[in-house]
């Protein structure tokens, strides 16, 4: 029974950060995060400020815990495209299409980026400066994946290939490139399936 009892507890709280998070993704994409008030998100779910504050923190620790549930929901995705590739080049090219393309209709990075070219915005910073909550996890996660399928990936060269992929698709979110994309991914799958580290570099 008490196991019963924390299980449900469990859910329950599950579904309170949920809410908690769904209601902070909908104000933030709809408005500058600046303008996003911590009272809105708890009216929105009908639980007090306090709650939110408890679950999440500051308010920076809830942009952050945004961010986090939209990077395994990335990973997820990521995933399933390698366990369906027969070659890494297939891998590399997939993945970099459905992430940009993610990216064109995310709603949430759209008001980021329009927000921060208009200086308003205090979110895209997370996306360039904050390589330790965003490169270096997304990195990690990336190169896992990628040698859990092709085992005889060297570390050093799949490291230094995932964080070129991460970087590229981060510039592309915040400051588009004019060239014609596909030509941009064929050029940045040939550098990562290409790349070769000298040993004395390793």
């Not at 910073?125 to 990936?153: F, H, M, Q, S, Y």
């Amino acid at each position: 029974m008490a196991g019963s009892s924390e299980s449900f507890k469990e859910r329950v709280h599950g579904l309170l950060r949920t809410s908690i998070l769904d209601a902070a993704w909908e104000r933030a994409s709809d408005a500058s995060w600046v303008h996003v008030r911590i009272a809105d998100i708890a009216e929105d779910v009908g639980v007090s400020r306090q709650t939110v504050y408890n679950e999440f923190g500051t308010k920076d620790q809830l942009s952050m815990a945004l961010f986090e549930r939209e990077i395994e929901r990335h990973m997820v995705g990521i995933e399933d495209l390698v366990a369906r590739a027969d070659r890494l080049d297939a891998a590399l090219r997939s993945i970099l299409n459905w992430l940009l393309s993610e990216a064109d209709h995310h709603r949430l990075l759209k008001r980021m980026v329009t927000d921060s070219r208009a200086g308003g915005d205090v979110l895209v910073p997370v996306l360039t400066v904050r390589a330790d909550r965003i490169i270096k996890p997304v990195r990690a996660r990336l190169v896992e994946i990628v040698r859990g399928r092709w085992p005889d990936l060297r570390v050093d060269e799949a490291t230094i290939a995932s964080d070129l992929l991460v970087r590229f698709v981060l510039s592309q979110i915040v400051c588009p490139s004019d060239l014609d994309r596909s030509s941009l991914i064929e050029a940045m799958v040939g550098m990562a399936v290409g790349l070769q580290i000298p040993e004395t570099a390793r």
